[in-house]
T-cell receptor, first 111, second 117 residues
């Protein structure tokens, strides 16, 4: 079973920041937080991952709370092409960790 | 860089028929995964290969599903015989085998949408 809880759906205005929350209260010390997204009729796409420090790349920023029990994915300037289902996944580090997808958050970016 | 290729993109069959899906991973990726995604749900791992060996097939319904990865490159997933509940999108993903602390990044193909009537 997925070890994360996410809202089922969210809306965001185009050009504004989209902040997607994720709860992972049972995360253990060697587990990472991964984010993938799935645009309609496409395969999932990797966005970002982190252990305990905040991370940023060209797609998004990941903010992990100090106790690591929750995190937020931030899309700084959402566009219509960011409309997708966003999956927050807790995964063991190293090669053996599986990606166990939950239901995800359906983000709708509106003009 | 070419992505993960899958074919066919769509397949419609009747129950009890057989079907096969093909996947060509990103060049040089040693690890290959097959996922099943039922409508409205997240993808579920069916089987993981490392080169041509099976690492994890605990979620593969072995009475009807089989998969192989000959020569450690392309892979095929077969269902025989198909049931109505096998209607889903079958996704293939691949990754480099690297022992980084964060694990590998999986790259997904577009999937094959299977409809069983």
């Amino acid at each position: 079973d997925a070890k994360t809880t996410q809202p089922t759906s969210m809306d965001c205005a185009e050009g504004r920041a989209a902040n997607l929350p994720c709860n992972h209260s049972t995360i253990s010390g060697n587990e990472y937080v991964y984010w993938y997204r799935q645009i309609h009729s496409q395969g999932p796409q990797y966005i970002i991952h982190g252990l305990k420090n905040n991370e940023t790349n060209e797609m998004a920023s990941l903010i992990i709370t100090e106790d690591r029990k929750s995190s937020t994915l931030i899309l700084p300037h959402a566009t219509l092409r960011d409309t997708a289902v966003y999956y927050c996944i807790v995964r063991q580090g190293g090669q053996g960790g599986k990606l166990i997808f939950g239901q995800g958050t359906e983000l709708s970016v509106k003009p | 860089e070419a992505g993960v290729a899958q074919s066919p993109r769509y397949k419609i069959i009747e129950k009890r028929q057989s079907v096969a899906f093909w996947c060509n991973p990103i060049s040089g990726h040693a690890t290959l995964y097959w996922y099943q995604q039922i409508l409205g749900q997240g993808p579920k791992l069916l089987i993981q290969f490392q080169n041509n060996g099976v690492v994890d097939d605990s979620q593969l319904p072995k009475d009807r599903f089989s998969a192989e990865r000959l020569k450690g490159v392309d892979s095929t997933l077969k269902i025989q015989p198909a049931k109505l509940e096998d209607s889903a999108v079958y996704l293939c993903a691949s990754s480099l085998f690297v022992l980084t602390s964060g694990g590998d990044t999986q790259y997904f193909g577009p999937g094959t949408r299977l409809t069983v009537l």
